[in-house]
Structure formats: C-alpha cells, structure tokens
C-alpha cells in the first residue's frame, strides 16, 4: 500500500523554521517527483516546493521567495522541506504529494497525497 506520512509540523513564532518529513513507502520512490503543498481554511491548495525525481536539494518555488527548501533522500525514502523565517501566512496545512513515475515508457503516472501536517505560525 502507499503510504505518505508527513511529521514536523507544529507551533512557531515568526521568524523561527521548521522542518518537514514525508516518509513514503510503497512504490518507487526514486522514480518519483515528490513536492510540497499547502491549503490554509478557504483557500485552495497550491504548491510552494516542486522537487522531480532527482536526488538532491532545490530551492523552495518563488511563491515562498526562496525561504523554503526541499530536499529528499531516496536511501530513508523521505523528503524535507525546510522552512525558514516563516511568516504568519506560512500557517496551514502541508501536504506532501508524488507524481510518477517519471519515466517516458510509462503509460500511467500516479499521483499520492500525505494526510498532511499543521503548521502554525503565530506568537
């Protein structure tokens, strides 16, 4: 079965940084693109951190102006996000998502959402 569990969420005050986990377990995980979403209450979800299949470290999207950054390790099976100087609008529910998987022959790619975590930024 797959499974996306994100961890790491929480309370922070503004200014401060968190780091997400998404631990992913049954498919592929190298194969896939995995990346980080948001929803806060009444407004539609939206990416804040693409990352493709490749392993490595690349910059949040530019809707969070570079503060985050995701990462992923295809040895754990994980990928981070790691949030930096957040700010109140950073608050909502992050949702990790993978896409695949990447690979030309492929005639169906998937798309699996976590559960998500709360991250609530506020004194």
């Known amino acids: 079965q797959v499974q996306l569990v994100e961890s790491g969420g929480g309370l922070v005050q503004p200014g401060g940084s968190l780091r997400l986990s998404c631990a992913a377990s049954?498919?592929?995980?190298?194969?896939?693109?995995m990346s980080w979403y948001r929803q806060a209450p009444g407004k539609e979800r939206e990416l804040v951190a693409p990352l493709t299949s490749g392993d490595g470290t690349t910059k949040a999207a530019d809707s969070v102006k570079g503060r985050f950054t995701i990462s992923r390790d295809n040895y754990k099976n994980t990928v981070y996000l790691q949030m930096n100087s957040l700010k109140p609008e950073d608050t909502a529910v992050y949702y990790c998502?993978?896409?695949?998987?990447?690979?030309?022959?492929?005639?169906?790619?998937?798309?699996?959402w976590g559960q998500g975590t709360q991250v609530t930024v506020s004194t």
């Open positions: 049954g498919f592929t995980f190298s194969s896939y693109a």
């Open positions: 998502n993978a896409y695949g998987p990447l690979i030309v022959t492929a005639t169906t790619r998937y798309n699996y």
